[in-house]
């Protein structure tokens, strides 16, 4: 923190500060523990004791929790090895150890690994985790969520980052596998994604939830972002823009990069400021971000079209098939979702044949509507 952040944050702490509701729009946006670090370190001097109290209390809840957490995903990972099963944590603890420095930093609320390939994702992750007493709760075609056996823990598998009918973005796991670094953290050390790819990740991720109608992004999300880059002075920022470029992510990083700069003053490279200008209406789309974390939707929006899932997405894809409704059509009809895995059970060694039972079962629901119809137009004849 510089110097005139401190004064300018001393200068705030003068002020008449509402600290109920300090910490309760703290605890929403999972900045508590980073807050109260600050507060506790640097400006318990300039705070009430009973809200340092208060903080220090929450940290420690928050510090627990995640322990908890860490050890139990280095025991997944230990199980998915024993099995030879790749896999890569990121978020939740590893991103808090990688982005922030300290595992208590930073609030996380479940664990999240990405997997190769949709196999992996539908047959073999779920045979090993029901085996080790997991259960899964939920399935969005993108990622599935597991319980383990008491219920006080979330995992979250992903075979891609975004729902691809709505928004395509498919990742290569082998080449962020390669790339991963080793993270020490609680005794022990674990694969994630390097920086570049963990930027680009994270940046995806805030364009998704900022796009999402039904909730909004917090500003965690924000500040994941400017903390990766603030921490990593050497980050490979060619190797980056390759990278989401390869992927046709390379306006969701300039989006992402350029909240961040707005919102926490992030530092940029000049070519990266320069590139990001170049978008058409760059900075509403940054300044969408910003309504969209402390608006929700309601208030008033500099473009309110972007609220559209749609809009949105169009408009921070450079890639024209990206944006196209012919590959959200194709997606639709060709690619399995958990209802295909429903309709007949395969082997795993004929898994690839999922993706002929899907045209099949729409076609049988297809039928099944239209019989239906003229059943009934023939039933209120009759009558």
């Keep these: 923190m510089d110097t005139g952040t401190r004064t300018r944050i001393r200068a705030l702490l003068r002020e008449d500060i509402d600290w109920t509701s300090l910490l309760r729009i703290a605890t929403r946006h999972q900045l508590a523990p980073l807050i109260g670090f600050n507060l506790c370190t640097t400006f318990a001097d300039a705070c009430p004791a009973t809200v340092i109290d208060e903080f220090r209390s929450c940290m420690r809840e928050i510090t627990a929790r995640n322990l908890f957490l860490a050890r139990e995903l280095i025991r997944l990972l230990e199980v998915f090895e024993s099995r030879a099963i790749p896999v890569i944590p990121f978020k939740g603890p590893l991103l808090a150890s990688t982005a922030y420095g300290h595992l208590g930093l930073r609030a996380f609320c479940d664990l999240d690994v990405l997997v190769d390939r949709i196999r992996e994702y539908r047959v073999h992750v779920p045979e090993v985790l029901r085996s080790d007493g997991w259960t899964m709760i939920g399935d969005n075609g993108y990622e599935c969520t597991f319980a383990n056996a008491s219920g006080d823990i979330h995992l979250d598998v992903h075979h891609a980052l975004t729902p691809q009918r709505l928004m395509p973005l498919r990742l290569n796991f082998g080449d962020i596998w390669r790339r991963c670094t080793n993270v020490a953290f609680i005794g022990t050390t674990a694969r994630t994604p390097a920086p570049p790819d963990l930027l680009i990740m994270l940046c995806v991720q805030l364009a998704k939830d900022t796009g999402d ?94 609220l559209s899932r749609a809009t949105w997405h169009a408009e921070t894809r450079e890639r024209a098939l990206d944006r196209s409704s012919l590959r959200s059509l194709v997606h639709r009809v060709i690619v399995p979702i958990h209802l295909d895995y429903a309709f007949v059970k395969l082997p795993a060694t004929l898994f690839p044949l999922y993706f002929a039972v899907k045209p099949v079962r729409l076609a049988r629901n297809l039928c099944r509507t239209i019989i239906g119809k003229v059943q009934a137009r023939r039933a209120g004849g009759t009558c």
């Design 213 to 306: 109608e039904r909730m909004s992004p917090r500003l965690i999300k924000v500040c994941d972002i400017a903390q990766l880059i603030d921490r990593h002075a050497d980050l490979d920022w060619p190797l980056t823009l390759r990278e989401a470029r390869r992927l046709g992510a390379l306006r969701m990083l300039f989006v992402g990069v350029g909240a961040a700069r707005k919102l926490f003053g992030t530092a940029l490279p000049n070519d990266v400021l320069q590139r990001c200008q170049a978008i058409p209406r760059f900075d509403s789309l940054v300044s969408h971000v910003e309504e969209r974390v402390f608006l929700g939707r309601v208030g008033r929006f500099s473009r309110p079209e972007l």
